[in-house]
């Protein structure tokens, strides 16, 4: 068997769109089953995201604590932010992000992993980039607002947090996800080996 995800989109007979926020919505779609009959499928309307899981020259992930109050708890993450306009180059989104909430810049880019981050109830695609070569950005700090200006920020040796993720202790997908993926990636052809960072992406296709 060919194990790859196919695009494929079933008949939607109506459209609702019930809360219209500033970034995100919520469609209720009426989708037709295979026998015929209808079904109502609510989910969120998402711009997608992008990660950032940058690595510096002792194997230590750049990481920031972050009050998240859906699930009332303060998450350790990767530097992460909103697609915030349709088609933008999601390589320039993650080097913006990681500027804006670690004054960061980085020599080498690699498509690290991409995913669906609840495709159940969400239509939201992250990207995760790896990021190495690190240094401080030029210029002064981003003015950061909200929960953002509460953040805090370390840098944990890669091992250390894959053990965390096993343990139950780290939750943020963004992290888990590419903490595992980066790991993998190691054990097998090294970061040399990931996709280049104009790779495409078809859950949201952009210009190079």
Known sequence: ????????????????????????????????????STARRDYQVHPGSVCVLALDEEDRVLVLRQYRHPVRHRLWELPAGLLDVPGENPLLAAQRELYEEAHVKAEDWRVLVDFYASPGGSDEAIRIFLARGLAEAEGERYEVAEEEADMELARVPLGELVGKVLAGEV?????????????????????????GPQAPWPARPYEA
């Open 171 to 195: 939750h943020n997908p963004g992290l888990v996800t590419g903490v595992l993926a980066l790991a993998a990636a190691l054990a097998g052809g090294g970061p040399d080996a990931l996709r």
């Open 1 to 36: 068997m060919d194990i790859r995800d196919t695009p494929e989109s079933w008949e939607v007979v109506s459209v609702e769109r019930p809360f219209q926020g500033a970034k995100t919505a919520v469609s209720s779609d009426r989708v037709r089953m295979p026998d015929g």
